[in-house]
T-cell receptor
Framework: EPEVTQTPSHQVTQMGQEVILRCVPI?????FYWYRQILGQKVEFLVS????????KSEIFDDQFSVERPDGSNFTLKIRSTKLEDSAMYFC????????????FGQGTRLTVV | KQEVTQIPAALSVPEGENLVLNCSFT??????LQWFRQDPGKGLTSLLL?????REQTSGRLNASLDKSSGRSTLYIAASQPGDSATYLC????????FGGGTRLMVKP
C-alpha cells in the first residue's frame, strides 16, 4: 500500500543550526502539507503546498521556515535557525484531492533542539 | 477560527466493550471530518473519512457519524480489543486539517 515516507525518524540539533526534514509523498498525490505536534499538545498545521507553491500557511510558519519540492518525489521542510521551542514531532502529509480528499500522514520526524 | 474538542480526554475500558468517542467543532463550514489513530511516538493512521455530504462511514468494527449542523461527530468502536489501545484524533477541513486534542484509549485484557 502506498505510504508517505519521512526521514530521518529522529534528529537532534543544536540551537541556531539549520535542519532539513525530508518527505516522499504518495506518488500520485498533488497536495502536500507539514504539521507539527509539540509533546502533549495538539497537532498543528504549518503549511500546504500545491503546484510548486505555498497555498496556505499558519502563523507558526514564519521566515525561519521554508518548503521546497526539489524534484518529482521529495518535499522538504527547512528550519533556518532552530530554537528550543522548535522541538516537536513534524509530520508530512499528502492528499490526492485537497478539500474532498483523504490526507495520509508519514510516521513523523522527531526534532530535538538542544 | 475553528476549534475542535474531543471528549473524554482519556478512557479505560475492559476488553469487549463497545465504546463511543466524541468530537465537536465550532464552525460547521467543513468539507471533511477525518478520524485518525496515533500510537505513542508514532505517526497518524487514517481510520475513516466522512465528507460533509455524508452522515456516516464504516470500516470493520469502526463506525463514524457526522452531524454537521450541530458540529458533532462520534466514533463507535465495537467489541474493543487491547490492540485498539491508542490515541484517537479527529480533524476537520477545508484543505488543511484542524485537530482535536485526542482521546487516549486503554483497553484492558
Amino acid at each position: 500500500e502506498p505510504e508517505v515516507t519521512q526521514t530521518p525518524s529522529h534528529q537532534v540539533t543544536q540551537m541556531g543550526q539549520e535542519v532539513i526534514l525530508r518527505c516522499v509523498p504518495i506518488s500520485n498525490h498533488l497536495y502536500f502539507y507539514w504539521y507539527r505536534q509539540i509533546l502533549g499538545q495538539k497537532v498543528e498545521f504549518l503549511v500546504s503546498f500545491y503546484n510548486n507553491e505555498i497555498s496556505e500557511k499558519s502563523e507558526i510558519f514564519d521566515d525561519q521556515f521554508s518548503v521546497e519540492r526539489p524534484d518529482g518525489s521529495n518535499f522538504t521542510l527547512k528550519i533556518r535557525s532552530t530554537k528550543l521551542e522548535d522541538s516537536a514531532m513534524y509530520f508530512c502529509a499528502s492528499n490526492p484531492r485537497a478539500v474532498l480528499g483523504e490526507a495520509f500522514f508519514g510516521q513523523g520526524t522527531r526534532l530535538t533542539v538542544v | 477560527k475553528q476549534e475542535v474538542t474531543q471528549i473524554p480526554a482519556a478512557l479505560s475500558v475492559p476488553e469487549g466493550e463497545n465504546l463511543v468517542l466524541n468530537c465537536s467543532f465550532t464552525d460547521s463550514a467543513i468539507y471533511n471530518l477525518q478520524w485518525f489513530r496515533q500510537d505513542p511516538g508514532k505517526g497518524l493512521t487514517s481510520l475513516l473519512l466522512i465528507q460533509s455530504s455524508q452522515r456516516e462511514q464504516t470500516s470493520g468494527r469502526l463506525n463514524a457519524s457526522l452531524d454537521k449542523s450541530s458540529g458533532r461527530s462520534t466514533l463507535y468502536i465495537a467489541a474493543s480489543q487491547p490492540g485498539d489501545s491508542a490515541t484517537y484524533l479527529c480533524a476537520v477541513s477545508p484543505n488543511m486539517l484542524t485537530f482535536g486534542g485526542g482521546t487516549r484509549l486503554m483497553v484492558k485484557p
